[in-house]
């Protein structure tokens, strides 16, 4: 089977690494030349709406799928006509704007902070009128690791904010003055039977993922995964989708969700014993589902900017690298290192140790 992917980073480079002892091949469209999953699969480098080029992805692959939530409605409606995609184009659509997510997690009785749609400065006045401050403001397209998006502390932060967003469509949260943040990754088969992961505590530094632990018996794990459970049943969800929460008042809220594979669930490549990655495709290739159970304690320790001494990092007892082949640059995830141990006392030793490796 070969499964075309929509985007060559390294999400789509560790599909390809899950997929192929599956017998699977991949070609990936991204027009980037220097695509770090290219050296995985073929590359059609070319635009999203290059239509000639979808034509032919469409024409050489089974299905496709996508590794970012950008991708253009248009893209999967126009490869749609040739080729089934999972997850669905409804699916993007929904969680490609942060609207018409909040709309759906309210419509769903799902809990998250206050929100307004916000299309000018006046529209923002009047929100915080309402909201109140701090509030955050964010771009309702197009905003990662913490990209688009601006917190507002006070009046003079709320003054010309819109037009320094790039005037675009955006969304106004009331700031949630949350405890921890989790997120909990789940994949649900062509037939609707859907396998949970344990719940990941996750810890963000400038709006990106630092470190994610796998919790063991975390007591909200039920809450969140009826609330995963709702958002892919009603999507009629296929492949792995990741929902991000607030921990407050010791309940949850919701914070977005993410149709695809997430970097909060990358220590299941060692950490569990089907990995988030074999379990999507395994779930749009219409393939038995794996398990989602935990093997050991596990955590991961994202690698931004630079990788340390390769050397350094595989001698910590317990630690998996994963090198995404990418340029080093500032601010970009580059890498990670997953982290294995018999206990958590070990668990936490080898953080710190891969920790100080990264400040070091
Ligand atoms: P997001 O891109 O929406 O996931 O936001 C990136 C990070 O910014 C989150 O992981 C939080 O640490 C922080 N953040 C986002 N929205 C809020 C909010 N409404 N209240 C407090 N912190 C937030």
Redesign the pocket.
Known sequence: MKIGVIGGGQLGRMLALAGTPLGMEFAFLDPAEDACAAALGDHLCAGYADESALRQLADGVDLVTFEFESVPAETVAFLSNFVPVYPSAEALRVARD?WFEKSLFRELGIPT?EFADIQSQADLDAAVATIGLP??L?TRTL????KG?K?LRTPEDVTGTFAELGGVPCLL??????TG?VSLVAVRARGGETRFYPLAH?V?ES?ILKLSVASSAHPLQALAEDYLGRVMDKLDYVGVLAF?F?EVDGGLKA??IAPRVHNSGHWTIEGAECSQFENHLRAIAGLPLGSTAKVGESAMVNFIGQVPSIEDVIAVEGCHLHHYGKAFKPGRKVGHATLRCADEASLRNAIAQVQGLVQG
Do not use: C, L, M, T
């Open positions: 942060r902070p509030a955050v964010k905003g990662y690791d913490g998006q917190v949260e009331g700031f949630v003055p949350f943040e996750n963000h709006g991000e607030f914070n977005e």
